[in-house]
């Protein structure tokens, strides 16, 4: 369904960080009209939701910021009771062991909410900055469970069954830091509002492995991380 | 992973109706220390949530009751803009079409978050109460659904990558509305503290969908409704 401009509309997943923008900027480009999704789900700090609002807004997007309770944590990155993990990784090999940062099944209940939302509105695509290159070796960033996914949605809603099918949109997923960022530079994406790092304070920790996968991005790329200005 | 006494956990999606107390009193039975999972989620009422609670705390299993918002609605359960439809359906065929109480990607979310709480906890099973035989015509009702949410499960969880995956449990899926209350009767499931009407108000409206379902199962299960006395 096409909205009054007679763009396609699209779901986008925002999470406040690098990857999510540049796919944002990458589904505006394509000619998507797009409706930001942003999860506030208890993550240790808010800076990442309001990234994620100000990086929608920069965009022109409409934004929905919901408001998740997983009580049961499970994740390091909702638990403080559990300390975010430093560099137990060494540097610039792939990470392979999943991760103490892991929630339990949050791509998966992300994706559930940005499908309902797709459903309702009538959009056929949802984009998701999800990455399985330079990335903490989450289950839930991988090629095949977006595979998994898509039959989900064939089998499980009024759109599948009605063949008017929803498609997820993963157009991150097989580059590199540095290739998102290059791409996103060309695509005019305002890294300086994106935030990384999985704990709060003034500016990031340089020491998870979220800082460390963005900070090797910027170097490999040849360019000034503009959020460190 | 087992708890204290030795028993498998499990989470339950207990939604306050007949399907998904027998479900939960069906787990029990099996041996399995059951955690119950409802969702409050904009219905038109909290009868609702009230019976989930009332029939999680008669079988003696911790509940949690999640609120979560969907804004963007899609659906006459949770639009009070839209009416719910009556007997629009000729009552004792199977309803073929996906009526408009149909939530967009309702059961993939209630999925998610319980697949969430599995993961934290260690629990190998999740049990929901679906049905698709006597049933509204969802397609999230569907056994062609539940096997593929187990792909991803198997693809998309640390559960499933380290082989440890969790299964859903889906016990009611090819039963009439019949055999779930004689098989719920055996089971000792308290009926009288279920509630199935779509609408509100002191009691069962009679004419929506659930409640013919429910009726005509009681009718011919040769049994009074016990919640109707």
Same mark, same amino acid.
């Given at each position: 369904m096409s909205n009054a401009a007679g763009l396609r509309k699209a779901v986008v997943l925002v999470s406040g960080g690098l990857d999510s923008a540049t796919a944002l900027y990458f589904a505006k480009k394509k000619g998507f009209s797009c409706h930001c999704l942003v999860f506030d789900y208890g993550q240790r700090h808010v800076r990442e939701i309001n990234a994620a609002r100000n990086v929608a807004r920069r965009a022109g997007c409409p934004v929905t910021i919901l408001k998740i309770s997983l009580p049961w944590k499970g994740s390091s990155l909702i638990d403080r009771r559990r300390p975010i993990p430093g560099a137990a990784q060494p540097q610039g090999r792939v990470v392979r062991a999943i991760p103490d940062t892991y929630v339990p099944a949050r791509n998966i209940i992300f994706l559930s909410f940005a499908l309902s939302y797709a459903e309702a509105i009538g959009a056929r695509a949802i984009f998701i900055g999800a990455n +399985?290159? &330079? /990335? +903490?070796? /989450?289950? &839930?960033?991988r090629p095949r469970f977006y595979r998994a996914f898509g039959a989900v949605i064939a089998q499980g809603t009024r759109a599948g069954v009605e063949k008017k099918s929803i498609k997820v949109y993963t157009p991150l997923l097989e580059l590199t830091k540095e290739q998102i960022i290059k791409l996103g530079t060309l695509l005019g994406v305002p890294y300086e509002l994106t935030w990384s790092c999985y704990k709060g304070g003034g500016k990031p920790c340089g020491v998870c492995d979220s800082c460390r996968l963005r900070a090797k991005g910027f170097r490999q790329a040849g360019m000034e991380d503009p959020s460190l200005r």
């Open positions: +399985s290159i &330079d /990335y +903490s070796g /989450y289950p &839930d960033c």
